[in-house]
């Protein structure tokens, strides 16, 4: 994929786009960009609140089940499969857009549904995350009392162990910032509603695929900025993996 | 040849030099090897500061590693997947000269958030000093109620 470009010539006559891309394509960018900032600013955001913070839980320990596993302590293993998935997701939907150069329907169809189901995957990890952080509850002092508290936009059972505590063999602690739950879920909440947009998008584009309409425009443009879109999804998950789950 | 073949490629009239498309995925896969290994690496540094409980430098450390292993990761997927780095010299800097907003943003405020925690430090009694068990009926010491 090179493009010859002669030396010294002049993309400001004039007459065509000096950015040599089409319109829509210009459009997505910009827009990614602008979207760029507003994941920018929900995670930088939540780096401000978390380090003005004396305590902050551990993410080894908040994020450590994993399906049908019980209660083994798995720490970070269901959210690197969460990021395997995503970047083969990725990988299928630059495969769609590399038959799309090719103007080869049905590799487009075959890579499209890979990339769709990929999504669902994803989206379904997510929805089992969430349930298990919600209703996984933990044992909390609250006011001279133990109680058992999930983690939600209000509340959060992973402060500081109170010494010596026990409650039905499991260690007692206070409770922890509520920031942690209002930004974990707001912004992996948003991401994911990003994730949700992006299936739709592809399965769109899986139906216009299979009606021909890319065939009879003469290109597949339109399976490029669908994939722009997507892989900035899988690029916001890099930071959002960073941010809450590793560091 | 060249010439109909570019026609069967341009979508638009402002696109002055069409891609030639790459003749296989050999590009492709590389990178998902390339980014599967920087998560590997990534995790493997999560997990150890976890398993040997660093602190203080060490630990800044480490988390800066797998910062810096997330910024490989985004440069892989942004010039290779989304073909950024096939574009013109004119686009490249349209969308990333943008992004340098973020040196600023990410400084200036987490230099805030530590600040607060500075002040919190300073003004704020111990935690553990509000929340230790108390009777069920006692006020808080200094509540308004």
Not at chain 1, 31 to 49: E, R
Not at chain 1, 221 to 244: A, P, Q, R, S
Not at chain 2, 33 to 41: G, K, Q
Not at chain 2, 118 to 128: V, W
Request: hydrophobic share 50%; net charge neutral; with cysteine.
């Amino acid at each position: 994929m090179s493009t010859h470009v002669p030396a010294g010539y002049k993309w400001w006559t004039g007459g065509k786009s000096p950015y040599n891309v089409s319109y829509g394509k210009l459009m997505m960018w910009l827009f990614l960009l602008s979207d760029t900032f507003t994941f920018g600013a929900l995670l930088i955001s939540y780096g401000t609140i978390r380090v003005s913070q004396p305590y902050w839980p551990d993410p080894n320990h908040v994020y450590n089940a994993f399906p049908l596993m019980g209660h083994a302590d798995l720490p970070l293993a269901f959210v690197s499969l969460m990021t395997f998935i995503l970047i083969m997701s990725s990988v299928t939907m630059v495969l769609a857009v590399h038959e799309g150069h090719k103007r080869n329907r049905a590799g487009v169809e075959k890579w499209l549904l890979w990339t769709i189901l990929g999504g669902f995957m994803f989206l379904g990890c997510q929805a089992w995350e969430w349930t298990h952080l919600i209703t996984g509850s933990h044992p909390v002092l609250i006011d001279g009392v133990v109680k058992e508290i999930g983690t939600t936009i209000s509340m959060n059972p992973f402060g500081p162990a109170v010494p010596g505590l026990m409650h039905d063999g499991h260690q007692v602690t206070v409770p922890g910032p509520i920031g942690f739950g209002s930004f974990f879920f707001g912004i992996t909440g948003f991401h994911g509603f990003h994730v949700f947009s992006g299936v739709m998008l592809n399965i769109l584009m899986y139906f216009w695929t299979r009606g021909g309409r890319f065939d009879r425009l003469g290109h597949y443009e339109m399976i490029e900025k669908v994939g722009l879109y997507w892989h900035f999804v899988d690029l916001v998950w890099v930071f959002v993996f960073l941010c809450f789950y590793l560091i | 040849m060249e010439h109909e073949h570019q026609q069967a490629i341009a979508s638009s009239p402002e696109i002055t030099f069409a891609h030639e498309p790459a003749p296989n995925t050999k590009r492709i896969w590389k990178t998902f090897w390339i980014l599967l290994v920087l998560t590997i690496a990534e995790l493997a540094l999560g997990l150890s500061h976890y398993i040997f409980h660093m602190e203080g430098w060490l630990l800044l450390f480490v988390k800066g590693g797998m910062i810096i292993l997330s910024l490989c990761k985004a440069v892989y997927i942004v010039s290779i997947f989304m073909h950024l780095g096939d574009e013109i010299r004119n686009m490249k800097l349209t969308i990333l000269v943008p992004l340098l907003l973020f040196i600023w943003f990410v400084t200036a405020f987490l230099w805030d958030g530590v600040a607060w925690k500075n002040l919190r430090n300073k003004f704020d009694r111990p935690s553990t000093e509000q929340v230790a068990p108390a009777a069920h009926d006692a006020q808080k010491p200094g509540g308004l109620d």
